[in-house]
């Protein structure tokens, strides 16, 4: 009887623990957890996993210990708590089902960056179709717009560039956008000065521009001083080029009827002389002084040529032009730039047309020595004024040229003087050579065109390449041969005081030719 009651009661309580077992892994809690309502037990279709990490102890070097009993301690609500994780609440979230007609921030999430798509293609569609059907009125809408806001145009890029990309969510349409409107801003300003050396057809460079200027300069001077005076006297100086060159570009860029300064065409350049000669004012008087009879000497008149040479500042061209505001804070802004203009004033790119042609004519085979003597040479084309005397080793631009100075070499009717510094012609060969070896040879050592003859081998026309001198009859004027046109006539590159300039011509009134003994 005893025995009896004993199996009944342990019969009992294996049926309890049985009934109150915890779930198995895999299976998710029955509790509401995040908004979601109990499961069902027993109607999930989880299968079954193993057992998540997030269940293992946090320490990896410590495992859990068995349990030495195999009753299971019962769980006051029948089920495991697994931790509340990102990754969990995420699958919890997908193995739920969301109630009908409950919206969600997701959805509302999706919707709007679908409508925002749309809008993006559709403005993208609409930019492309305007840029390939209105190509011309929007560089001009960009050329009227830079001339009231020119000078920030380089700040506005970035901010530009932006604002397109929000419109469109294309950069490289915002890119290509930017770059047009920056380019045709830019010509169009009183900046497009800064360009105006980049090679052009028809138009010169700046410096090529001074030296046209200032051969009128020349004539100028020549006549007040065509006279019989026993002397001389010059006060004063011309105005600084590069402050001539900025009220140029803002008077042109930015008045009526304004026109781009960033080639320097023949109607650029006259517009450049008239702001230089209204920068320059030249007077002259004669004065005469009586000397009379002292001793043996006789009385005589004195005539003495005063010179007096009045330029205005770029400050002061603001009130004589009557800049608008506009002009006046674009001045201020290239006043500022004076240095990159003094650059472009010693510019010796080679930009003239004919200096470029008549290198791309150079027979390939041409030695590096010959080719750097006629590259050298044509730097100087159009850019340097003659004077009779004027030599110059200086490397590169040498800043003498163009200033006002008085001709002190005898033998010629310029002697005495004034007029704008430059080179003669065996100057001008000294030069080249001595640029073209990095100032370690002088052709003939200075001593002028007879000496450099003397450093020369006789050759034939036939035997004549680019790179060696030609001269006129008795040495009275030296050339460099710098090659052929295309109809096979030499071509000679040379400072002439005919032209007041470094010209190509042909070989008119050149009689003999020498190969220089610089090529051994």
Known sequence: MREWAVDKRRKQAQEHRQASAPPEYGEPPPASHYGKSPATPGSSTTPKTAPSLENQSIYPSIKERPRSSAILKEKVQGWTITPRTRRGVEQAAGSTAIPPKTPTLVGKKTTAKRLTER???????????????????????????????????????????????????????????????????????????????????????????????????????????????????????GPDWREVAAVFACKTALGAGGVDVAA????????????????????????????????????????????????????????????????????????????????????????????????????????????????????????????????????????RWGTIQKVWAAGSPSTGTYRPYGMDCSGFVDWVFYNMSGGSYVIGHGGGARMQHSYCTPISWSQAQPGDLVFYPEDTHVGIVGGWDESGNIQIIHCASGQNNVVITGKAGFTTIGRPDYYG
């Not at 059907?133 to 001339?147: E, H, I, M, W, Y």
């Not at 000078?151 to 047009?180: M, N, P, R, W």
């Open 119 to 237: 809008m993006r293609q559709k403005a993208k569609a609409e930019a492309q179709q305007a840029m390939a059907k209105g190509t011309k009125r929007t560089a001009r809408a960009a050329v009227d717009l830079s001339r009231k806001a020119a000078i920030a145009t380089a700040k506005a890029v970035k901010s530009l560039i932006g604002a397109l990309s929000a419109l469109v969510g294309g950069a490289t349409l915002a890119a290509a956008l930017c770059v047009i409107f920056l380019i045709a801003a830019v010509i169009a300003s009183p900046f497009g000065l800064l360009f105006s050396n980049e090679p052009s057809p028809g138009a010169v460079p700046l410096n090529a521009a001074v030296t046209r200027i200032n051969v009128e300069l020349t004539d100028k001077l020549a006549l007040l001083q065509a006279g019989d005076y026993d002397s001389i006297d010059i006060q004063g100086t």
């Open 264 to 399: 320097l065409t023949p109607d650029r350049v006259d517009r450049l002389k008239a702001v230089f000669w209204d920068m320059c004012e030249i007077t002259s008087s004669v004065e005469t002084i009586d000397h009379p009879a002292n001793g043996s000497a006789e009385a005589w008149t004195e005539k003495i040529l005063h010179i007096t040479i009045t330029a205005r500042t770029a400050d002061e061209m603001r009130t004589v032009y009557l800049f608008t505001p506009e002009q006046n804070s674009a001045l201020t802004e290239l006043l500022a730039e004076l240095n990159g203009i003094g650059t472009l004033l010693g510019d010796l790119g080679i930009t003239q047309e004919d200096a470029a042609e008549l290198l791309r004519r150079l027979p390939e085979d041409l030695s590096p020595e010959r080719r750097a003597v006629v590259e050298t040479a044509c730097k100087l084309v159009g850019k340097v004024n003659y004077f009779w005397g004027g030599k110059s080793l200086v490397l590169d631009w040498d800043s």
